[in-house]
């Protein structure tokens, strides 16, 4: 009896937690729509008005990259205070075991035991490949002054990044804020949880589309976003974990991450 009680009581405890879409509050359209707008339209601002003002009191060819690099770096902390402060509202606490359960900070779930982590986390091994493929294909020009991989090839932008320590912290923060804190944190950990209520079983469609919708700071990636998005949320939806979609986008920004570095170390 003492060894199987324990066993049974973590399955029993794992299925009836408050991540369970029924124990979370189901948010109707409007504010579905409100808690994009929050997020969206002050990256939105930032890109188009903030940055290029800010641009002004820098010099030289790296003068825009540079103000986008620190306009969407604040955009994606403001993201992080919107969910921390929606949960607080939310559950009436901050304690790290409410959100997690909140916000599907989780291992991927089996639906049919219920049980977590394990094999089933060879899923993002696949989804990976597939958010790498959906890169390949073609997509509208990106406007140069505004395309990060341009500036990382140009002479400017590597001359500008060489043994640049603290622009690579910054840059660091930022992929870390846009991949874990800040948009799938938003969108998978707060969003799709709450939105059966209103889409029904197409949630993680109606997420999928949203998210790609709020790259108004980067319209030309709504295409290819869109993919990406609809293949990193149905299985977050189907294994309940925001985990999936942080750390499939997460190799993204790891990879990014090292290509500065490489040229910091330059």
């Known amino acids: 009896m003492a060894s199987t009680t324990p066993r049974l009581t973590e399955t029993t405890t794992d299925r009836a937690t408050p991540e369970d879409r029924a124990a979370l509050p189901q948010y109707g359209l409007s504010r579905i729509i409100a808690t994009w707008a929050v997020a969206a339209l002050p990256m939105a601002a930032l890109a188009w008005l903030v940055a290029p003002l800010l641009a002004h009191r820098f010099t030289g060819p790296t003068a825009l990259p540079r103000a986008l690099i620190l306009a969407l770096t604040a955009g994606l902390l403001w993201q992080f205070v919107v969910v921390l ?51 390949l294909l073609p997509a509208p020009p990106t406007p140069p002054t505004r395309d990060m991989g341009l500036f ?15 622009w690579l912290a910054i ?24 939105m ?50 942080i750390v499939v986008h997460s190799a993204q920004g790891l990879y990014f991450s090292i ?6 170390l330059r």
């Open 85 to 135: 402060y929606l949960v607080r509202r939310e559950q009436g606490s901050l304690r790290w075991q409410i959100v997690k359960d909140a916000l599907w900070l989780h291992g991927p779930r089996r639906p049919n035991s219920g049980r977590r982590g394990g094999w089933i986390w060879l899923i993002v091994i696949f989804l990976i490949i597939g958010s790498a493929a959906i890169e």
């Open 152 to 166: 990382l090839q140009s002479h400017a932008g590597q001359a500008f990044l060489s043994s640049n320590w603290g």
């Open 171 to 194: 840059i660091v923060a930022m992929q870390i804020l846009n991949t874990v804190c800040g948009e799938e944190l938003l969108f998978r950990g707060l969003l799709l949880p709450r």
């Open 196 to 245: 059966h209520g209103t889409f029904g079983r197409w949630d993680w469609v109606a997420n999928g589309i949203l998210f790609a919708l709020y790259h108004l700071h980067v319209p030309w990636a709504i295409p290819q976003t869109l993919l990406d998005s609809l293949i990193t949320a149905y299985p977050s939806k189907r294994y309940r974990s925001a985990l999936v979609g």
């Open 259 to 264: 290509l500065v570095t490489a040229l910091v």
